[in-house]
């Protein structure tokens, strides 16, 4: 990318052409084209890890970005998984479902992919 464009590109811009950049040679679909209610596999960077309980059972959420889109994959019953911390690349495998006006998917089956280092 010239230097030109990158300094008139927003700062949202920039970091939405990397986070596509992170994931585009895994061939997976973008996540603004995941569809609701099949089975997909996609991929993404973490861009925020919570605990949000859901009907009073414990349930930790990450919302994984890849530039184009966002899903929240939610892991029930738990305070935290292993390896997931924002910033990490993950691939994502379940079933996604809307659930006030976000893409949610349930205990999705999920691969971290290595950290990248400067």
């Known amino acids: 990318m010239g230097l030109r ?5 927003s700062m949202e811009e920039v970091e939405q052409e990397r986070l596509q ?3 585009a040679d895994l061939g997976l679909p973008p996540l603004a ?3 609701c209610r099949k089975r997909v596999r996609v ?3 973490i861009v925020v890890e919570r605990i949000r309980p859901r009907s009073g059972i414990p349930a930790y959420e990450v ?6 889109g966002e899903v929240v994959a939610v892991f029930t ?14 691939v994502l495998e379940g079933v996604a ?16 992919l290595p950290t990248v280092h400067a």
Do not use: C, F, W
């Open 5 to 9: 464009k990158r300094l008139t590109q």
């Open 21 to 23: 950049n992170r994931v």
């Open 33 to 35: 084209d995941m569809p």
């Open 43 to 45: 991929a993404g960077e």
């Open 63 to 68: 919302v994984v970005s890849d530039g184009t």
């Open 77 to 90: 019953g738990r305070h935290s998984v292993t390896g997931m911390t924002a910033g990490r690349a993950i």
């Open 97 to 112: 479902h809307q659930e006030h006006g976000r893409r949610v998917m349930l205990n999705p089956g999920y691969t971290l």
